[in-house]
């Protein structure tokens, strides 16, 4: 386990001596289990509402979170947690009281938008990675194109640009990285894509994702949207719901919403019964608060429209209904904004701001050009280090 030590002297009373702890959350951990392992009420757990536990399920395996110690009676002061796919952490403390207490607050992060414009002397996917350290962009510039182009038809010399959105959060990145806009030559014929409202698109507007969804369930209603992070105003806390929630009678047929790979079938905490689905091009949905499963197993193929499930209430659930999520590159977005039977052509009002996004990028690209802009830094190794203050 990998941890980053930083002791910190506090003057207040007395002299007292803490530890920040950097751990990367567990294969298959449980919210439940973990509160247990580290001594931490479980209450915490059990005193939240059931949309706020569901959330607890969407910490992400290999996330890094931080524990803040009191060295002196080795207690747990502090806990912050990222919740995958959102802008959320997950927040543990002691109150004024000493008693530990369980919210929901903003990740602190900084936004950068940077630029990345190499030729091709080995392949586009390795060239992007050597020269930036990130693997996660070099798997977002070929998702971004959807299986549209081939990029071993690339020939050396060929240009790639990429204007990219990447978080940092305590000097290192956070999250995935968002594709803005990118360009590839094929045999020196540039292909550019542009990312608007949840999808990629060509220069005319004509979508180039070839994953298309269809409804996982024939459901009543929809029972519950999809936000992200928002401060609540009568609750006066910070929610999130990272689905889409589809009222159904128990033992309803739940679909694959598009061909893949079965990646998880089991229970997933506060989600109960779960069965999560890799696509194509970075896409996964998920399905949750499952009565049973149908005959499948990890690492199956499905087909579009396979019965995978049938519609329950495990875990955390207040009435029969599918928890259905969506995700691309490890980010949650909206399952609404994706569903449909074929693929989309912007029209009208859509259109006109679409080529307004088209002209802020290429303006963008030009001024870098222009004053002969560098690359971004590479991505620094992480490693362990100790900082007294």
Request: charged share 25%; net charge positive.
């Amino acid at each position: 386990m990998k941890k980053l030590l930083v002791l910190c002297i506090f003057c207040l009373q007395v002299f007292a001596v803490s530890s920040i702890e950097e751990r990367e959350w567990a294969k298959n951990e449980f919210f439940l289990t973990f509160l247990e392992n580290n001594n931490l009420p479980l209450s915490l757990y059990w005193n939240l509402d059931p949309q706020d536990r569901e959330l607890a399920s969407e910490i992400k395996e290999g996330e890094r979170f931080q524990i803040l110690w009191d060295n002196n009676t080795n207690t747990i002061e502090q806990i912050l947690i990222p919740i995958n796919g959102s802008d959320l952490q997950l927040h543990i403390y002691k109150n004024l009281q000493g008693e530990y207490t369980l919210t929901y607050s903003p990740i602190s992060y900084e936004t950068q938008t940077r630029i990345l414009r190499l030729n091709v002397q080995n392949s586009a996917y390795q060239d992007v990675e050597q020269a930036t350290g990130s693997t996660p962009l070099a798997r977002a510039m070929r998702n971004a194109f959807g299986g549209s182009i081939d990029f071993k038809a690339m020939q050396k010399g060929d240009e790639v640009v990429l204007i990219y959105e990447r978080k940092e959060r305590m000097g290192e990145r956070f999250g995935d990285i968002l594709i803005k806009m990118a360009s590839v030559e094929v045999n020196k014929k540039a292909r550019k894509v542009y990312f608007y409202k949840d999808s990629f698109y060509d220069s005319n507007g004509k979508e180039m994702e070839s994953f298309l969804l269809t409804s996982p369930v024939n459901a009543i209603r929809i029972s519950s949207y999809f936000t992200r992070a928002r401060y609540h105003p009568i609750l006066k806390r910070y929610r999130a719901h990272l689905g889409v929630d589809y009222a159904a009678p128990t033992g309803t047929p739940v679909r694959s919403a598009g061909a893949g790979v079965v990646s998880f079938v089991g229970t997933k905490g506060g989600y109960g019964k779960t069965v999560q689905i890799q696509h194509s091009s970075g896409y996964s949905t998920l399905y949750a608060h499952l009565s049973r499963f149908a005959a499948i197993k990890k690492g199956q193929k499905i087909s579009q429209g396979q019965t995978i499930a049938y519609v329950g209430s495990t875990g955390m659930s207040t009435g029969p209904h599918l928890h259905f999520g969506l995700y691309l590159n490890n980010q949650a977005i909206n399952p609404l904004s994706i569903v449909k039977i074929t693929k989309s052509e912007l029209k009208g009002k859509d259109k006109q701001d679409f080529q307004n996004v088209i002209l802020k990028y290429e303006k963008e690209l030009q001024s870098f050009i222009d004053s002969n802009g560098t690359n971004p830094p590479k991505e620094p190794p992480r490693f362990e280090r100790y900082v007294e203050f």
